[in-house]
């Protein structure tokens, strides 16, 4: 039996990755599922669900915050980044991307939406972090196949592939 | 693990949420949500109606001024961390702030809804007790102000009436001859801590201890503030003091056990880092006298 319920809908215009979205939900919607069930971005992954896996990780205003810990009807105000919008505007692999493959910083790749939203904005905050540093950075963020050791390692190679990129013409 | 149904509301002026909120008594307010929404996704907590406060851009600052630092409703944990006036005034608002989960949650998380949430394992209740602070909340008809002594009333329980809202946390600035430090030990970095403890001491201009004060969270079910200046009685902060100081405390704590610690080593938690805190702010207190003299 399916129960028939009368939950009110919201609308509410979301920007993201510079696309407007008018989507019309329920309040108890999560920005993470607004995100992947309302606009098909389905790059952003949720594992656990109540703060503490950061898989569901996106930039607000360039910010990481957990897409799970927030309303859709509450996150109009924002730009929102996700992992789809990481891309450089040509197709080609941001830094962070880049790093990331070249350093074997995934393996079953459910994680790595999360990291690569929080690491973007870590390296936007701190250009040249230190292991210790490139640690706190991904601290927030589980991964259980890497053991975290190339994950560091990319932070570090896109922090530098970063840099390069601000210097080339 | 999704919400149960509620009805919501965004109202654009402080007026206006607190209208709302007087017109349901099953109403809950929505700041950073970093609490309130696992809470609702676990569904620990069904409200009729949330009342979404991050609309209202009045309470949004922190200000630092000679007495102390207002933090406002909206203002997020990051925010208040990153301010370097705040830093100045208070310096053990930074230093607690960066143990607050990860920087991830402290970009959404607001320290009044730390406050409120009165989580005895949080870090700024503990701050906010231990420096005698104080929090304005407001309602519909009245404002009025809640010293942190009265402000915890139980385990994630604060003394709020149904109908008000949190508007600002006042810490007061740190007092000449102070010193601060915050320590805490989590099972993994960003976690909640197994045992914390921030400490306020005092000297005197022959750098002898006056005062010596700490607040511990994770200890107990409200965050507990202890006076420990009668160990310190001869001025030193030497190991024997030291040692004396955790034993002292553990006669006002009931260090409870949960799956991740025992109560024992809860205990043995309390006595290092008591050791720990109170010498790091000693040291803190004299560097800072030193370098006012200078």
């Known amino acids: ?169 | 693990m999704k919400p149960s149904p509620f009805e919501f509301l965004r109202p654009a002026t402080l007026a206006e949420a607190l209208e709302a909120l007087a017109g349901n008594p099953h109403a809950k307010v929505l700041a950073g949500g970093q609490s309130l929404i696992p809470l609702l996704s676990m569904r620990l907590a069904a409200p009729e109606m949330l009342v979404d406060i991050n609309g209202l851009d009045e309470l949004a600052y922190v200000r630092a001024s000679t007495d102390g630092v207002r933090v406002g409703a909206l203002a997020r944990h990051a925010e208040v961390q990153a301010d370097a006036d705040a830093e100045r005034v208070q310096p053990l608002l930074a230093q607690a702030l960066a143990l607050v989960a990860h920087p991830t949650i402290r970009n959404r998380g607001t320290t009044v809804g730390s406050i409120v949430h009165a989580d005895a394992s949080a870090e700024m209740p503990v701050v906010l007790s231990l420096l005698s602070g104080s929090l304005t909340v407001a309602s519909a008809a009245s404002t009025r102000t809640i010293p942190a002594s009265e402000l915890y009333a139980g385990p994630m329980e604060s003394t709020l009436q149904q109908g008000e809202i949190a508007t600002e946390a006042f810490f007061p600035a740190l007092a000449p001859g102070a010193g601060v430090a915050f320590d805490e030990i989590a099972r993994r970095h960003g976690d909640y801590a197994l045992c914390g403890v921030a400490a306020v001491v005092t000297v005197d201009d022959a750098r002898k201890v006056e005062s010596v004060r700490c607040g511990y969270l994770s200890v107990c079910e409200v965050p507990t503030v202890l006076d420990l200046s009668e160990v310190f009685a001869s001025g030193a902060v030497g190991d024997a003091a030291l040692a004396a100081a955790g034993e002292l405390a553990l006669g006002s704590l009931e260090p409870e056990a949960d799956i991740h610690a025992s109560a024992d080593y809860r205990a043995q938690l309390v006595r290092v880092l008591t050791a720990r805190v109170v010498r790091a702010a000693y040291d803190d207190a004299v560097d800072r006298s030193d370098r006012r003299v200078r």
């Not at chain 1, 880049?98 to 701190?126: D, M, R, S, V």
Request: with cysteine; net charge negative; proline share 4%.
């Open chain 1, 1 to 169: 039996m399916t129960e028939v319920t009368n939950e009110q809908a919201y609308e509410v215009r979301l920007r993201v990755n510079g696309v407007a979205y008018d989507v019309t939900v329920p309040a108890r919607r999560l920005l993470s599922d607004a995100l992947r069930h309302d606009l098909g971005l389905t790059g952003t992954h949720v594992g656990c669900e109540h703060g503490v896996c950061g898989a569901c990780t996106v930039l607000v205003d360039g910010r990481p915050m957990r897409s799970c810990l927030m309303l859709a009807v509450s996150a109009g105000d924002y730009e929102i980044t996700t992992v789809e919008g990481l891309t450089n505007a040509d197709g080609s692999l941001s830094p962070v991307q880049q790093a990331f493959k070249e350093c074997h910083g995934l393996q079953c790749g459910f994680c790595t939406p999360g990291f690569l939203t929080t690491i973007t904005a870590g390296i936007a905050e701190n250009p040249d972090p230190t292991r210790e540093e490139a640690r706190e950075m991904v601290s927030g963020n589980l991964c259980r196949c890497t053991g975290y050791q190339n994950i560091v390692e990319a932070v570090c190679v896109a922090a530098k592939l970063a840099r390069g990129a601000e210097v080339a013409p």
